[in-house]
């Protein structure tokens, strides 16, 4: 083999060894694209679509457990039932009733009071909401979704429940927010 030979083998050793390592690197870089282009995009801050906002009033809100007296603050890790009437406006007509499992809680760090899942029961389906509350105050809550009407609902609302065993005089107010 010649000095020209070996310049020639030694150019073609080069540049099959610069080939190979551009297709590595070519390779890698498609790999990270494909990667992060099969990372699902982070989800939207804003709502989208059309909101739908429905005002419930109620009466008749009861707070019971089995173990408690009428008056008795619950104590963490109580379970109670609540229920009442759903009206159209505040002594309006009847559009179906309310039913919930509420479950006291006690935390240093937080104001909640109460776990609540909600099940609005309307004339046209039902919504089913989750969510705390703290006590005599406010509750804000996420619609898990529903049935007839209301199937696949999404959205928030806001509970304000003044229940008769608890001092309250039995009403209750619900503002939702359906996002569609």
């Known amino acids: 083999m010649g000095a020209t030979d070996r310049v020639t083998s030694r150019r073609g050793a080069l540049g099959r060894g610069l080939a ?10 498609a790999g990270r694209v494909e990667a992060a282009s099969a990372t699902p995009p982070a989800p939207e801050l804003k709502l989208q679509g059309r909101q739908t906002e429905l005002k419930l009033h109620g009466r008749h809100f009861h707070l019971q457990a089995p173990s ?21 406006r ?10 919930a499992a509420f479950f006291a809680l006690e935390s ?23 969510g705390t ?24 609302y806001v509970s304000h429940q003044l229940l ?11 503002h939702l927010t359906l996002a569609g």
């Open 20 to 29: 190979l390592l551009a297709g590595v690197i070519g390779v890698g870089a």
């Open 68 to 88: 408690s007296k009428p008056g008795q603050v619950p104590a963490k890790g109580d379970r109670l039932s609540a229920y009442g009437e759903l009206l159209d």
């Open 90 to 99: 505040p002594n309006g007509r009847k559009v179906g009733h309310f039913t």
């Open 108 to 130: 240093p760090f937080a104001g909640a009071a109460s776990l609540e899942l909600h099940t609005l029961h309307l004339e046209d389906g039902t919504i089913h909401g989750l």
């Open 133 to 156: 509350a703290a006590r005599g105050a406010e509750g804000h809550f996420a619609i898990l979704g529903g049935t007839g009407r209301y199937s696949g609902a999404r959205g928030s």
């Open 164 to 174: 008769r065993e608890l001092g309250g005089n039995g009403t209750a107010v619900f």
